[in-house]
């Protein structure tokens, strides 16, 4: 399953949100060094339940805009578990 995460980095809290756009996930890590795409992996990992292993970034490792492939869920698993508000 792709998704599509639009990350805002140095952030006051780790968080995953739905906007306008899609889902947007706010991270307390710097955008250096990977520290932000490793929180971003942290964060699903543990909304999701699944293990950080079962999720990888497929594309925009320098950008905001991140393409991310989760494994063992499907869309309707992922609109289940980050519900929209």
Sequence with gaps: MLISIRVV????????EWDGEGL?????????DGAANQA???????????????????RGTTSRQKVV??????QADIELKLPKK
Aim: charged share 15%; hydrophobic share 50%.
């Design 9 to 16: 980095p140095r952030s006051g809290k780790n968080v995953l």
């Design 24 to 32: 947007k996930a706010r991270l307390t890590a710097p955008p250096v």
């Design 40 to 58: 971003l992996i942290a964060l699903l990992a543990s909304q999701l339940a699944i293990p950080k292993r079962a999720i990888t970034i497929v």
């Design 69 to 74: 492939a989760i494994e063992q869920l499907t």
